[in-house]
């Protein structure tokens, strides 16, 4: 057993003074149902930031697709919880997981089959993974068909609880990663284009889920998401627990990520792309691992969103919204985890919670003005957001002191 | 050609060409680098000299001709395949990661050879522990080269200029090349920072058995510590030879100060001789 640093300790035990404070304070009902809400909202906020600031301050790559992945989560997750508790089914559980397997194994068969042809363009792989994927769907779904009336049984079998935890738990993972990959289909191609052309198209990807979202009845054939209407029926299981587990766990994986020579891959393509290329670093694909993390993160707290309030509906999931967390991690420091946990926290309690209460009655959406306005005077005040690039000590990385003078006498001096 | 003791040169161009539209940036340059060279490539400004470092190392396709590389054909690769082949370089303008450590800086050069993955990273394994330990001795190990070791919780880019270039050769060592390229390594520094700059070189090619090819402009370096030179000229090779013989080539001269200068400097020269 290694020893553990100070830092690591004191991480620890903020973290579990903050969750548990807050949990006390919940269940003596000093915070309200309002402010639960907001306070979940924040943490599911935080993590979509947390994936975003990965993507776009630490790799680089400006996008705006966060909240479509962030969508992709959101539904799939709903979709099905909302079968098992209305429908007593687990026919969206069983497809989903199989396609999520399908396709994620058949990402694998085909990356590696490609690694071997030298010089193949991005638009034909393209094409092979697409209908690779579109393959490896309808046999999923088929399967998933067949195996949903052993799996409704065997998890009926468990207590109603533990079988409800069983399914919500595997729903968020289940959103996470097939947003996941989702944004490596798309990233595939996309990721080519520069900085402002990758912004652009992923806005057009915001776009279109939005769209299809609002005919999710219609187009797509799925009654119970109900289009424009609104899915409702989601059962709310997503408590703060939850919420703080899967965020503390996102800080966790990020910095354990970064602190690492993968990160510091990661954030070379963002340094310099020519000078990481020429250092061995496989430009293109650090910048679609990044963006496919990312996109996991936005899934799974899609996942988490869904079951806050136990409604859904696409104008939560438009482009205009795509900004807010692109604000976050701006606000909060590009290439900051702690400003973009802190930002996230601020936004919200902001936002929705003290501007909303301390604003006079009828004056409510004023704090749309006042909001942006706080936003204007902070970039002025502190262009490189509330934290620069400050990290709390766990998070940052560590300068390892030097072990001894190697110096060969000889050079130091010539060098000197 | 310039291959005549028989060894088997580590890099070759043949017949190298790389147009951008109608400009012939480099048309038919032949290079042979012998392993454990230390050889030299002059020419006016926008002779193509960058260009063909840029061929070598990938960023650019050659529109025609062989770059070989250990008796394989490396023209058109990625870079950083070309790179994990053996092939490293510095920039004319430097490319450093400027929000960075020092350390990192070399840290990232090294990752090909980190010997964890993505997993271990998140996991903190055993593996992950024992090979960041590795990694990071090593880069302390270069820095330390390049009497670096105090600097290296330092932001890259508040470096001094010397550092800066000393910094990015340490980079390029660290991905741990067969072949060095430094373009143009002695622009902006002072006399003195040459001199040792020269002295690095040299000790670097023998202490990591590198073969070495440099652009510069500054004659003092090139014809203090390059063995051979080729010169170029408007995309094509005018000169070859031991600094010595470039010296007197009358295309040399007339590339560098106009046509008929051979002759001014023949009469300088006998001028000055009287």
């Given amino acids: 057993m290694k020893r553990i640093k100070p830092t690591t300790i004191f991480f620890l035990l903020g973290a579990v003074l903050i969750f548990g404070v807050t949990q006390f304070l919940i269940n003596l009902g000093v915070i309200n149902s309002f402010w639960n809400t907001i306070i979940r909202l924040a943490g599911v906020m935080a993590i979509v930031s947390l994936g975003l600031n990965l993507i776009y301050g630490f790799n680089g790559q400006f996008s705006?697709?966060?909240?479509?992945?962030?969508?992709?989560?959101?539904?799939?997750?709903?979709?099905?919880?909302?079968?098992?508790?209305?429908?007593?089914?687990?026919?969206?559980?069983?497809?989903?997981?199989?396609?999520?397997?399908?396709?994620?194994?058949?990402?694998?068969?085909?990356?590696?089959?490609?690694?071997?042809?030298?010089?193949?363009?991005?638009?034909?792989?393209?094409?092979?993974?697409?209908?690779?994927?579109?393959?490896?769907?309808?046999?999923?779904?088929?399967?998933?068909?067949?195996?949903?009336?052993?799996?409704?049984?065997?998890?009926?079998?468990?207590?109603?609880?533990?079988?409800?935890?069983?399914?919500?738990?595997?729903?968020?993972?289940?959103?996470?990663?097939?947003?996941?990959?989702?944004?490596?289909?798309?990233?595939?191609?996309?990721?080519?284009?520069?900085?402002?052309?990758?912004?652009?198209?992923?806005?057009?990807?915001?776009?279109?889920?939005?769209?299809?979202?609002?005919?999710?009845?219609?187009?797509?054939?799925?009654?119970?998401?109900?289009?424009?209407?609104?899915?409702?029926?989601?059962?709310?299981?997503?408590?703060?627990?939850?919420?703080?587990?899967?965020?503390?766990?996102?800080?966790?994986?990020?910095?354990?990520?970064?602190?690492?020579?993968?990160?510091?891959?990661?954030?070379?393509?963002?340094?310099?792309?020519?000078?990481?290329?020429?250092?061995?670093?496989?430009?293109?694909?650090?910048?679609?691992?990044?963006?496919?993390?990312?996109?996991?993160?936005?899934?799974?707290?899609?996942?988490?969103?869904?079951?806050?309030?136990?409604?859904?509906?696409?104008?939560?999931?438009?482009?205009?919204?795509?900004?807010?967390?692109?604000?976050?991690?701006?606000?909060?420091?590009?290439?900051?985890?702690?400003?973009?946990v802190v930002a996230s926290f601020g936004w919200a309690l902001v936002l929705e919670g003290v501007l909303r209460l301390a604003l006079p009655e009828g004056f409510e959406t004023w704090r749309f003005v006042v909001y942006p306005l706080m936003l204007l005077v902070m970039m002025l005040l502190k262009p490189n957001g509330l934290f620069g690039n400050y990290e709390i000590p766990f998070i940052r990385a560590v300068i390892p002191p030097l072990k001894k003078k190697t110096t060969s006498a000889k050079t130091s001096k010539e060098v000197a | 050609m310039a291959n005549n003791n028989g060894e088997t040169p580590i890099l070759e161009l043949k017949k190298l060409c790389r147009y951008f539209g109608g400009l012939k940036a480099v048309h038919e340059v032949d290079l042979v680098l012998e392993p454990h060279a230390l050889n030299g490539l002059i020419g006016p400004n926008g002779s193509g000299k960058t260009t063909i470092f840029n061929v070598i190392t990938g960023i650019y396709e050659p529109s025609g001709g062989e770059v070989i590389f250990e008796d394989q054909n490396i023209g058109g690769l990625d870079p950083f395949v070309i790179n994990q082949l053996g092939i490293a370089r510095t920039f004319q303008n430097i490319r450093l990661f400027p929000n960075l450590t020092v350390l990192d800086n070399v840290r990232i050069a090294y990752h090909p050879h980190a010997g964890y993955g993505m997993q271990d990273a998140i996991m903190r394994t055993k593996l992950y522990d024992q090979k960041e330990r590795e990694l990071t001795e090593k880069a302390q190990e270069f820095l330390s080269v390049f009497n670096l070791q105090d600097r290296q919780a330092e932001i890259a880019r508040n470096l001094p200029y010397g550092e800066q270039r000393r910094l990015e050769i340490a980079r390029a060592l660290a991905s741990n090349p067969k072949v060095l390229l430094l373009d143009e390594p002695a622009a902006g520094m002072n006399p003195k920072e040459v001199v040792t700059l020269m002295e690095l070189i040299h000790f670097i090619r023998d202490k990591f058995d590198l073969t070495v090819l440099l652009i510069e402009h500054q004659m003092r370096v090139v014809m203090g510590i390059c063995e051979k030179i080729t010169v170029m000229d408007f995309g094509e090779v005018i000169a070859r030879g031991t600094p010595t013989e470039v010296q007197k080539n009358s295309r040399v001269i007339e590339a560098y100060l106009g046509l008929g200068a051979t002759e001014l400097s023949k009469k300088y020269l006998k001028e000055k001789r009287q």
């Fill in chain 1, 64 to 340: 705006l697709g966060q909240f479509g992945f962030y969508a992709i989560g959101a539904y799939i997750a709903a979709d099905i919880t909302y079968r098992w508790t209305v429908l007593s089914s687990a026919l969206g559980l069983t497809i989903l997981l199989m396609v999520a397997l399908f396709v994620g194994a058949m990402i694998m068969l085909i990356r590696s089959a490609v690694s071997k042809i030298r010089g193949m363009d991005t638009l034909s792989a393209f094409a092979l993974y697409l209908a690779a994927v579109l393959g490896a769907i309808l046999v999923a779904v088929r399967l998933g068909r067949l195996l949903d009336a052993p799996v409704t049984l065997s998890l009926s079998l468990l207590p109603e609880n533990i079988g409800l935890t069983v399914v919500y738990l595997l729903a968020v993972l289940l959103g996470g990663v097939i947003a996941a990959e989702v944004s490596f289909l798309f990233g595939l191609p996309v990721l080519t284009l520069g900085s402002d052309y990758f912004g652009i198209a992923t806005l057009g990807f915001t776009i279109i889920i939005k769209v299809l979202l609002d005919n999710t009845d219609t187009m797509l054939g799925f009654e119970e998401m109900k289009g424009a209407r609104g899915m409702i029926g989601i059962p709310k299981i997503t408590t703060w627990v939850w919420v703080f587990v899967f965020l503390f766990m996102t800080i966790v994986i990020i910095r354990n990520l970064l602190n690492s020579s993968f990160g510091r891959a990661i954030v070379s393509v963002r340094e310099d792309e020519i000078a990481a290329t020429t250092m061995g670093i496989d430009v293109a694909y650090y910048k679609t691992i990044t963006f496919v993390i990312g996109s996991l993160f936005a899934g799974l707290a899609g996942g988490l969103y869904a079951h806050v309030n136990g409604f859904l509906h696409p104008n939560s999931f438009s482009f205009i919204k795509s900004f807010d967390p692109l604000i976050i991690v701006v606000f909060g420091g590009l290439g900051s985890v702690t400003g973009t």
